[in-house]
Structure formats: C-alpha cells, structure tokens
C-alpha cells in the first residue's frame, strides 16, 4: 500500500512538473548600464583633434537584451539599428561623440531565444546624466511573443528608461 501511495505522489508531481514547463513563462533579461572606462580601455581609444583628453572625458555604453521562452511561443523581436545608437549619442549636441562600437544579435526563428548586445565608447565632457539619458529616448526594442491562440504579449523598452549609470571608477 506504502509503495502504491508514492507512485502516485511521484506520478502526480511528474505531472506538476511537465505541465509547469509546458507554461513557462517568458524570461527577458535588459540591461543599460553608463561606466567610467578602465586605463586600459582608455589606452585603446583613438584621442587625435582632442584639447588634452582625459580617461574621465569618454564613457562605454553596454546594452545587453535576451528572452527565453517555451517552444511553442513565437517570438519576434524588432533591435535597434546599428546606426541609431551613433545617431542618438551624437544628437546631443554639435559634436561627433560616438567613438566606436560593436555589437551582434541572434534571433533565429527556429530557437527558443533571442540576444541582443551593443557596446560602444562615447566622448562625455561637459554632458551630465540627464542630458546623456535623453539622448536615448528615441531608442526602442520591441519584442512581440504570441503564447497561446488569441493570447499575445508585446512589450516595448524605451532605452532611456533602462539607462543606469555605474560610477564606479575602473583601475
């Protein structure tokens, strides 16, 4: 009777488990984070046409961006262009201050994920955070999830709200 009673407890939470990941909710991870440059990467950025530069004169951006969800939701994902982060920097006043920059994505249809990442060095003086987060208001990641029959989910990040600064200073 002992053994009968835990096969049915384990059969029922075998149950609970498979019917929990069958529903697993979507997951997205953001991130916006405004940092001081190490000395290293200071080193490596270019400082030709600059009055005495600074390490303290340029900050790096980093925007990281994943969703994971179940296999049977159906994702679309709309990133920012390559080209609006320089155009958003830049706008902020009459200077050129986006430096340079990288960055990739995957968004393949056939996976269960997608990833967003952009990282770029930007020149800083004389901007104060407030001018900094505006300069991103007009950068948005749109992500789209069709979950069940008639049950959608569509959120939009607006970058600017995201933005955190870390002012920890590097070595």
Request: proline fraction near 2%; glycine fraction near 4%; include cysteine.
């Amino acid at each position: 009777m002992k053994k009968l009673c835990f096969l049915f407890w384990l059969l029922v939470l075998v149950l609970f488990v498979a019917a929990c990941s069958h529903t697993q909710e979507p997951k997205t991870t953001t991130e916006a984070v405004i940092s001081q440059l190490s000395k290293e990467e200071f080193d490596n950025v270019g400082t030709t046409g600059l009055n005495n530069p600074k390490k303290d004169d340029f900050l790096k951006f980093t925007f990281n961006f994943e969703v994971e969800h179940a296999a049977n939701i159906t994702r679309k994902v709309e990133f920012p262009k390559r080209k609006s982060w320089k155009e958003a920097v830049n706008s902020i006043d009459d200077k050129d201050r986006f430096w340079f920059g990288e960055g990739y994505e995957e968004n393949s249809d056939g996976e269960n994920f997608a990833r967003y990442k952009s990282e770029f060095v930007f020149y800083s003086k004389g901007l104060n955070e407030e001018e900094i987060r505006k300069a991103f208001n007009s950068i948005t990641l749109k992500l789209y999830l069709d979950i069940e029959e008639g049950e959608t989910f569509e959120k939009e990040y607006k970058v600017s709200d995201l933005v955190k600064f870390n002012n920890n200073q590097s070595s």
